[in-house]
């Protein structure tokens, strides 16, 4: 079955242009102006991609990633978020929101192609924790939990999306190893694209913020290589 994609964006244009895209490129994609028609849609025919405006009229794209985040049919469904609103504060927020990307406009097509197919190859995902390996590994004041989905520092459980929670486990499965930004893009992401994007910086920065909030300087544990990517301090 070919995977479906739903766009929420209010602007006919923006909207238009992109389906055109994603359709000339093989990707079967549906779009929606308002939020309502999207959820409406959602309880009949679950998308595989939701591609989400922040800045929608009546209900704005953050409610609505929250609402995809509690709804048992679609919780796992990758969320990219493609935005005007590009700050870093606007990206750290969607991203601790629960978007597995982010993507501010004006965006290159080929880029959101590539992001599109990397998110769609992915298996579906569960919020919930299931099939994932029994065990726990602990690095220094950190530990993450495979069987539970959980990871805590200096035993305080964090909040992580499921992007963070990823990196998190690859650097406590290799402490003291460097990662580059590339090889993180791929391994965690599944994306090969190489152009201008700070996806792993952006998520690199929530994830030691969460870290220092749980547990005060824990967050320097992981730490930047500099010309390389970053890695976890084995004294972590």
């Known amino acids: 079955m070919t995977p479906m994609i739903y766009y929420v964006e209010d602007d006919a ?6 389906l055109y895209a994603l359709s000339a490129q093989g990707l079967e994609a549906h779009g929606f102006k308002s939020a309502k028609e999207f959820m409406e849609a959602c309880q009949t025919n679950p998308p595989d991609l939701v591609l989400l405006d922040i800045m929608l009229p009546g209900e704005d794209g953050l409610s609505v990633l929250s609402w995809i985040r509690s709804s048992s049919n679609i919780r796992g469904v990758p ?12 990206k750290v927020f969607g991203l601790d929101s629960g978007a597995d990307d982010y993507l501010p406009k004006p965006f290159g097509i080929m880029e959101l192609i590539s992001r599109c197919k990397a998110l769609l190859r992915r298996p579906p995902l569960s919020y919930a924790s299931q099939g994932l390996p029994s065990g726990t590994i602990t690095v220094g ?10 990871a805590t520092a200096c035993g305080v459980n964090l909040e992580l999306t499921l992007k963070e929670f990823e990196l998190l486990r690859k650097f406590v499965e290799s ?4 990662f580059s930004r590339s090889q993180l893009l791929k391994d965690i992401w599944d994306i090969s694209f190489v152009g201008e994007t700070r996806t792993v910086d952006t998520h690199i920065q929530t994830l030691r913020r969460k870290l220092n909030d749980a547990c005060p300087g824990a967050g320097g544990a ?11 301090s084995r004294e972590s």
């Open 141 to 150: 004041r950190i530990s993450v939990n495979e069987r539970d989905h959980q």
């Open 79 to 90: 969320v990219m978020m493609l935005t005007a609103k590009g700050t870093e504060y606007d």
């Open 222 to 232: 992981i730490e930047t290589v500099r010309g390389v990517g970053y890695r976890l």
């Open 13 to 18: 244009n923006i909207r238009n242009l992109t």
């Open 175 to 178: 402490p003291g190893q460097a």
